[in-house]
């Protein structure tokens, strides 16, 4: 499956974004599409991810009540809705991924999309 992220942007603290992650070349059936980030001189992180067959979605501890996870089963499309930013979310934000039998790795990643948000 190839994914193709993008919406990120430059905003104020306190504004709203949306990424997109849209998938193509599969069905995403049976598969968990996640979201990380990954900022300047820090490792990568969990964000949140999504099942597609029942959008069942989880959320790190630093972004519930903030973002929303959601997908669109006709466009093929995963979203992350990012609502109350912070500066702390400033990073690079990439979708990626893996089938939801297991507990596998993520193998399948977009090529990430810049948000930065500014104090």
């Known amino acids: 499956v190839q994914l193709q992220a993008s919406g990120g942007g430059f905003v104020q603290a306190g504004a709203s974004l949306r990424l997109s992650c849209r998938a193509s070349g599969r069905t995403l059936y049976n598969w968990i599409i996640g979201w990380f980030r990954q900022a300047p001189g820090k490792e990568r992180e969990f964000v949140a991810h999504i099942t597609w067959n029942l959008g069942t979605p989880a959320y790190s501890d630093s972004v519930k009540g903030r973002f929303t996870i959601s997908r669109d089963s006709a466009e093929n499309t995963v979203y992350l809705q990012m609502n109350n930013l912070k500066p702390e979310d400033t990073a690079i934000y990439y979708c990626?991924?893996?089938?939801?039998?297991?507990?596998?790795?993520?193998?399948?990643w977009g090529q990430g999309t810049q948000v930065t948000v500014s104090s």
């Open positions: 990626a991924a893996r089938s939801s039998a297991g507990t596998g790795p993520y193998n399948n």
